[in-house]
């Protein structure tokens, strides 16, 4: 082909970062990734989404067999949960202490559903007396949505507690773990 440019392969600078991203990637990553890419159709792909899930409910310490990965940021995991658990109507509280929390209530919004915010500082952590009292105002609520650790401030809310008090109410839990999964203790089961 005549209009194919022949460039060659750069060798980038070996840089310490340092900053909150990109990261540095450990060699062994590296080398993964100059393996050869097979399709979702191969059968081999079925044994390493197999080992994928595995290790995400080793990261998430869950025995929950439903574990997967999505392929996206974590908006789109976010997005993910609330497509696949809200309806049109259906009540959901979502704790507001930062960019994230605002970003679920805004996704539950745009599905249409009743959102009602619990709103702290940001900087602050989830003020469970504020979730219990929004749980106890409105009995019909469907799912509850916090950060874990607000990634645009660094708040590491209560997962357990605030959790707790969601199925005390019989609530599903949308918890944004972004920040905090692998950095801070918590045990999803």
């Known amino acids: 082909m005549e209009n194919v440019i022949d460039l060659p392969v750069r060798t980038l600078p070996v840089r310490t970062l340092l900053g909150p991203g990109p990261s540095e990637i450990d060699p062994r990553v590296l080398q993964a990734l100059a393996q050869p890419a097979i399709g979702h159709m191969d059968p081999a792909f079925v044994g390493l989404m197999d080992?994928?899930?595995?290790?995400?409910r080793y990261a998430f310490q869950t025995s929950n067999r439903l574990s997967f990965p999505v392929s996206g940021p974590g908006s789109a995991g976010m997005e993910t949960c609330f497509i696949n658990l809200l309806e049109s109507g259906d009540k959901i509280v979502v704790a507001r202490n930062g960019v994230f929390g605002q970003r679920m209530a805004d996704m539950a919004s745009r599905l249409g559903a009743q959102v009602i915010t619990i709103d702290d500082e940001w900087g602050q952590p989830v003020d469970p007396g504020k979730l219990e009292d929004a749980l106890t105002a409105n009995?019909?609520?469907?799912?509850?949505?916090?950060?874990?650790?607000?990634t645009s401030t660094g708040a590491l809310s209560d997962a357990r507690v605030l959790a707790d008090i969601a199925r005390r109410h019989g609530c599903l839990v949308v918890a944004d773990?972004?920040?905090?999964?692998?950095?801070?203790?918590?045990y999803i089961d």
């Open 139 to 150: 009995p019909d609520t469907k799912v509850v949505a916090f950060v874990h650790a607000e």
């Open 177 to 186: 773990t972004v920040t905090s999964l692998a950095g801070s203790p918590l």
């Open 51 to 56: 080992e994928v899930k595995d290790l995400l």
